[in-house]
């Protein structure tokens, strides 16, 4: 069993950055590919970068690429989500999750493949 609680949500204004973090408890952590997730009201949540359980291979989304960069500390058990160059369309509730799903990181990438959540943190980009 694996706990999730994100921080480091908050307002910024456009072009900002900010620093999601993710604390994760369970001795198992290190061997879970670990994915960030955002969703809005009234839409699906969105897929937004994964990692593979030992830092080695990261995926984005096309729209978040270039710009944010996730990152793993298994010996801290967590993981991060640095944002850039913060857009409107970035406003969301991100969410942090873990898969036990023994595939490359390309194939884990849906809601449906990840185990646990967290709670969510909202950040909200001002024009």
């Known amino acids: 069993q694996v706990q999730l609680v994100e921080s480091g949500g908050g307002l910024v204004q456009t072009g900002g950055s900010l620093r999601l973090s993710c604390a994760a408890s369970?001795?198992?952590?290190?061997?879970?590919?670990m994915g960030w997730f955002r969703q809005v009201p009234g839409k699906e949540r969105e897929f937004v970068a994964v990692i593979s359980w030992n830092g080695g291979s990261t995926r984005y989304a096309d729209s978040v690429k270039g710009r944010f960069t996730i990152s793993r500390d298994n010996a801290k058990n967590t993981v991060h989500l640095q944002m850039n160059s913060l857009k409107p369309e970035d406003t969301a509730v991100y969410y942090c999750a873990g898969s036990g799903r023994a595939r490359p990181i390309y194939r884990v990438t849906s809601y449906s493949d990840y185990d646990y959540w967290g709670q969510g943190t909202q950040v909200t980009v001002s024009s």
């Open positions: 369970g001795r198992t952590f290190s061997s879970y590919t």
